[in-house]
């Protein structure tokens, strides 16, 4: 059956009833991801589908003059999917799929395919994580976060002032060491089942023969000063004018870029002439990537963090992301106020805030990468201590973040999700950190460079580019991966099966609205469609602000929420979300309502 658009009224109803009726009655799949210690035995407690419900969830969270309405399509696939921002990107996984190929072939075909349809954030110089679910119940998550070269120093972005300059953010000075292309090889030669050439075709086809300029391209603001200042003008700013909609765009030098890559495999980014002119690049404008530090790097396969909301298993990524602790330890404080007051009231928005602010708290001050710092991974994914977290929410009053002790997060990133007709599921975020990174591009290798040095804390205790306050755990150190907030994760249900693919871009609004999305549908009972439709929420303990959309709380609500004493503050729109949902049938796939994407299926 092709992808087709059904409405939500006709399908999702009737199909996700069927499927959570379904779900309840069965007994848990041999072999599946081991749920924690502390989860919660009370099945009976997960709310199964309700149309009703559903309905009236969405109706309750949507508040009047809320930029979208609910009730809108998902789009449905039988068998496979891939969501992604680029609609060429979401063709090209679907394209490996349709040839044989597993989620993990489509995923790393769909990776490459975004660094050239999407290049304010799709990429191969930066770095992202995977999280992969296999159809026989294993899971994996990897991380291919890029690292601070050898030479970085603690206070390398300081001035002579002793102030923070914006080299961490812009220019050849603010890239890590890239890992995008190690990590994708690595995920394809241990889960995929296609060589390397085959995936990459759809990318290399899109740079060499061009792809039509669409929306999602011309978004990332294609022709800004940022990358006028640098190489990439030549080729993103012709006579000085960005790209228009619907202009044919080449890419002559990435397309001879990953033809290398393809044929040789990661070497030849990392040891031959692309590491070569990485470096000339570097060397030109003040860098400190070195060809040692492009041949040492290595991406890592991590024990995936592995959570329980009532009843339903999430797998997703331990640090050096921080997205999955920080999700986990939030929703395990929202669970001790379960069921959770509806949706879009003022109510569910305190006890929201008041569980994010006591989770980045300690995501601020207590995480980093684990090769150089010891993070109490233990304690803060406990039932136990969500428990004396949750004990010290007053129902009524807003606290207060704890007085910070640095002591002892503009687009781009993005997340994809994918399914296959096997049963496999992967969720990758992949990042440059800001839009078109630090605006550098490589002469000759054709590609954007990463600013995720700015992801560390440049100076601990003072703000980053993401208004994030974090501590000495995430102070640069050579080799270090700067904590990151990438979430990628995968739902699984009460039966343990695959329930939800999800992920976000929004540097740390990621972690909260990927929770949202979630706790949308296995919480509120919202439709994939208007689960990602709802308006969002977010607290990242320090600025200590309450942000909601714009229009997406009701009047009366903000005012409640004051009186509390929450201060609280609107932002145009939080996060872009990519999602899958298992129903009844098959799937139901949703691009980021707020951005351009495309879910593509069959
Ligand atoms: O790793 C991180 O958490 C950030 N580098 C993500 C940045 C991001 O999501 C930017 N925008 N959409």
């Given at each position: 059956?092709?992808?087709?658009?059904?409405?939500?009224?006709?399908?999702?109803?009737?199909?996700?009833?069927?499927?959570?009726?379904?779900a309840?009655?069965?007994?848990?799949q041999?072999?599946t991801a081991p749920a924690?210690?502390?989860?919660?035995?009370?099945?009976?407690?997960?709310?199964?589908?309700?149309?009703?419900?559903?309905?009236?969830?969405?109706?309750?969270?949507?508040?009047?003059?809320?930029?979208?309405?609910?009730?809108?399509?998902?789009?449905?696939?039988?068998?496979a999917m891939v969501v992604?921002?680029?609609?060429?990107?979401?063709?090209?996984?679907?394209?490996?799929?349709?040839?044989?190929?597993n989620a993990v072939?489509a995923a790393?075909?769909?990776?490459?395919?975004?660094?050239?349809?999407?290049?304010?954030?799709?990429?191969?110089?930066?770095?992202?994580f995977m999280t992969i679910r296999l159809a026989d119940g294993r899971s994996a998550t990897l991380?291919?976060?890029?690292?601070?070269?050898?030479?970085?120093?603690?206070?390398?972005?300081?001035?002579?002032?002793?102030?923070?300059?914006?080299?961490?953010?812009?220019?050849?000075?603010?890239?890590?060491?890239?890992?995008?292309?190690?990590?994708?090889?690595?995920a394809?030669?241990?889960y995929?089942?296609?060589?390397?050439?085959?995936?990459?075709?759809?990318?290399?086809?899109?740079?060499?023969?061009?792809?039509?300029?669409?929306?999602?391209?011309?978004?990332?603001?294609?022709?800004?000063?940022?990358?006028?200042?640098?190489?990439?003008?030549?080729?993103?700013?012709?006579?000085?004018?960005?790209?228009?909609?619907?202009?044919?765009?080449?890419?002559?030098?990435?397309?001879?870029?990953?033809?290398?890559?393809?044929?040789?495999?990661?070497?030849?980014?990392?040891?031959?002439?692309?590491?070569?002119?990485?470096?000339?690049?570097?060397?030109?404008?003040?860098?400190?990537?070195?060809?040692?530090?492009?041949?040492?790097?290595?991406?890592?396969?991590r024990n995936p963090v592995i959570g329980n909301y009532?009843?339903y298993t999430l797998i997703t990524m331990p640090?050096?992301s921080?997205g999955g602790?920080?999700m986990n330890?939030?929703l395990?404080?929202?669970?001790?106020?379960?069921?959770?007051?509806?949706?879009?009231?003022?109510?569910?928005?305190?006890?929201?805030?008041?569980?994010?602010?006591?989770?980045?708290?300690?995501?601020?001050?207590?995480?980093?990468?684990?090769?150089?710092?010891?993070?109490?991974?233990?304690?803060?994914?406990?039932?136990?201590?969500?428990?004396?977290?949750?004990?010290?929410?007053?129902?009524?009053?807003?606290?207060?973040?704890?007085?910070?002790?640095?002591?002892?997060?503009?687009?781009?990133?993005?997340h994809y999700s994918v399914v296959d007709?096997m049963g496999n599921a992967v969720g990758t975020t992949?990042?440059?950190?800001?839009?078109?990174?630090?605006?550098?591009?490589?002469?000759?290798?054709?590609?954007?460079?990463?600013?995720?040095?700015?992801?560390?804390?440049?100076?601990?205790?003072?703000?980053?580019?993401?208004?994030?306050?974090?501590?000495?755990?995430?102070?640069?150190?050579?080799?270090?991966?700067?904590?990151?907030?990438m979430s990628p994760t995968i739902v699984l249900d009460p039966a343990g099966k695959v329930l939800m693919v999800t992920g976000a871009?929004?540097?740390?609004?990621?972690?909260?609205?990927t929770m949202?999305v979630i706790?949308?549908v296995i919480?509120?009972?919202?439709?994939l469609?208007?689960?990602?439709?709802?308006?969002?929420?977010?607290?990242?303990?320090?600025?200590?602000?309450?942000?909601?959309?714009?229009?997406?709380?009701?009047?009366?609500?903000?005012?409640?929420?004051?009186?509390?004493?929450?201060?609280?503050?609107?932002?145009?729109?939080?996060?872009?979300v990519n999602s899958i949902l298992r129903?009844?049938?098959?799937w139901?796939g949703?691009?980021?309502?707020?951005?351009?994407?495309?879910?593509?299926?069959?």
């Amino acid at each position: 059956m092709p992808t087709a658009r059904i409405s939500a009224r006709h399908l999702t109803i009737w199909t996700m009833a069927a499927l959570f009726v379904a779900a309840c009655s069965r007994g848990p799949q041999p072999g599946t991801a081991p749920a924690p210690s502390a989860a919660p035995s009370d099945a009976a407690a997960v709310r199964p589908f309700n149309p009703v419900h559903a309905r009236e969830a969405a109706r309750r969270s949507f508040p009047a003059g809320w930029r979208f309405d609910p009730g809108a399509d998902a789009t449905f696939a039988e068998k496979a999917m891939v969501v992604s921002v680029s609609k060429y990107a979401s063709e090209a996984g679907v394209e490996i799929l349709k040839a044989g190929g597993n989620a993990v072939d489509a995923a790393v075909a769909t990776g490459f395919a975004l660094a050239v349809t999407s290049p304010s954030n799709g990429n191969i110089g930066g770095g992202g994580f995977m999280t992969i679910r296999l159809a026989d119940g294993r899971s994996a998550t990897l991380d291919y976060r890029e690292m601070a070269p050898a030479a970085a120093t603690r206070d390398m972005y300081l001035g002579p002032d002793g102030k923070l300059t914006n080299k961490s953010t812009v220019g050849h000075l603010a890239s890590g060491v890239p890992g995008s292309v190690a990590g994708m090889v690595e995920a394809l030669s241990k889960y995929g089942t296609m060589p390397l050439a085959r995936v990459m075709e759809p990318a290399i086809r899109m740079a060499r023969d061009g792809f039509i300029a669409d929306s999602n391209f011309t978004r990332g603001g294609n022709c800004s000063r940022l990358i006028a200042q640098f190489e990439g003008k030549n080729l993103f700013c012709p006579g000085g004018m960005a790209v228009p909609v619907g202009a044919l765009f080449k890419q002559p030098d990435l397309a001879r870029t990953l033809g290398a890559i393809a044929a040789q495999g990661p070497r030849a980014f990392y040891e031959g002439w692309i590491a070569d002119s990485l470096v000339a690049e570097e060397k030109r404008g003040g860098g400190i990537i070195t060809r040692s530090d492009l041949k040492n790097y290595k991406p890592e396969w991590r024990n995936p963090v592995i959570g329980n909301y009532r009843g339903y298993t999430l797998i997703t990524m331990p640090p050096a992301s921080s997205g999955g602790v920080t999700m986990n330890q939030t929703l395990n404080i929202l669970e001790n106020f379960a069921p959770l007051p509806p949706a879009g009231s003022a109510a569910y928005a305190h006890v929201m805030a008041e569980a994010m602010r006591r989770s980045f708290t300690d995501r601020n001050t207590k995480l980093g990468d684990p090769a150089f710092v010891k993070v109490p991974m233990a304690e803060l994914t406990s039932k136990t201590y969500a428990r004396t977290l949750a004990a010290q929410i007053d129902r009524s009053r807003a606290s207060k973040t704890p007085a910070f002790n640095p002591g002892s997060e503009p687009e781009h990133t993005t997340h994809y999700s994918v399914v296959d007709a096997m049963g496999n599921a992967v969720g990758t975020t992949t990042t440059l950190n800001g839009g078109y990174g630090s605006g550098v591009w490589v002469r000759g290798g054709g590609f954007f460079m990463n600013n995720e040095m700015d992801d560390f804390a440049a100076a601990p205790g003072q703000p980053n580019m993401f208004g994030l306050v974090q501590g000495e755990v995430n102070a640069i150190q050579p080799g270090k991966r700067m904590l990151s907030a990438m979430s990628p994760t995968i739902v699984l249900d009460p039966a343990g099966k695959v329930l939800m693919v999800t992920g976000a871009a929004g540097g740390p609004t990621i972690i909260t609205a990927t929770m949202e999305v979630i706790l949308n549908v296995i919480e509120h009972g919202m439709t994939l469609a208007d689960a990602m439709r709802a308006p969002r929420l977010h607290h990242q303990a320090l600025p200590d602000q309450l942000d909601y959309e714009q229009r997406g709380l009701a009047a009366e609500v903000v005012d409640s929420l004051k009186a509390m004493g929450h201060t609280v503050g609107t932002r145009g729109s939080l996060a872009t979300v990519n999602s899958i949902l298992r129903i009844a049938g098959g799937w139901h796939g949703v691009s980021e309502p707020r951005a351009n994407g495309a879910a593509v299926g069959y």
